[in-house]
T-cell receptor, first 110, second 113 residues
Framework: SQQGEEDPQALSIQEGENATMNCSYKTSINNLQWYRQNSGRGLVHLILIRSNEREKHSGRLRVTLDTSKKSSSLLITASRAADTASYFCATDVAGNQFYFGTGTSLTVIP | DAGVIQSPRHEVTEMGQEVTLRCKPISGHNSLFWYRQTMMRGLELLIYFNNNVPIDDSGMPEDRFSAKMPNASFSTLKIQPSEPRDSAVYFC???????????FGPGTRLLVL
């Protein structure tokens, strides 16, 4: 499969703590995206990082990309109960569409 | 913009019946994607269109599934005949290009009895 694989599958933390989830992929990519899905809703785009970028920030989100290890991480700082959701990485293979991973289910306990 | 619109939001049908799911992409978007999500299999890409043309339908489970995009503002996913294992949430997404950010609709929750 060319899909990204998220790790861990599930994560439970206390409000205010940082949450880190990882994504590994198999083939060279152009871009990697992170999406969030609240229960019963569609996916919402969070951030895109290109293969020539190593780190990107958006508010409380920090994404890193290590193309040599074929991996990316999503860090959510100062987590809130509203961050409870599933998080997916999506990787593209050169010239093709994005493939979504299996997701990390994050629970933030108030 | 209203975002991606899907209808119906919920569908309950009996095995053997025809099911038609509908999607209106965001105006101006060139690419449209149909996904299926289940607990067991996660999010699966079924088919995607670029400029109304089907590009990759390798994810379509079998001949019972068909998708059309007659114009830039409308797409359908049809299941005929439906089976209980087709029960899932079906998402439509659109984007400005095949490798651009995808905007998802709210999904259609399908239950086949």
């Amino acid at each position: 499969s060319q899909q990204g694989e998220e790790d861990p599958q599930a994560l439970s933390i206390q409000e205010g703590e940082n949450a880190t989830m990882n994504c590994s992929y198999k083939t060279s990519i152009n871009n990697l995206q992170w999406y969030r899905q609240n229960s019963g809703r569609g996916l919402v785009h969070l951030i895109l990082i290109r293969s020539n970028e190593r780190e990107k920030h958006s508010g409380r989100l920090r994404v890193t990309l290590d193309t040599s290890k074929k991996s990316s991480s999503l860090l959510i700082t100062a987590s809130r109960a509203a961050d409870t959701a599933s998080y997916f990485c999506a990787t593209d293979v050169a010239g093709n569409q994005f493939y979504f991973g299996t997701g990390t289910s994050l629970t933030v306990i108030p | 913009d209203a975002g991606v619109i899907q209808s119906p939001r919920h569908e309950v049908t009996e095995m053997g019946q025809e099911v038609t799911l509908r999607c209106k992409p965001i105006s101006g978007h060139n690419s449209l994607f149909w996904y299926r999500q289940t607990m067991m299999r996660g999010l699966e890409l079924l088919i995607y269109f670029n400029n109304n043309v089907p590009i990759d339908d390798s994810g379509m489970p079998e001949d019972r599934f068909s998708a059309k995009m007659p114009n830039a503002s409308f797409s359908t996913l049809k299941i005929q005949p439906s089976e209980p294992r087709d029960s899932a949430v079906y998402f439509c997404a659109s984007s400005g290009g095949v490798r651009e950010t995808q905007y998802f609709g709210p999904g259609t929750r399908l239950l086949v009895l």
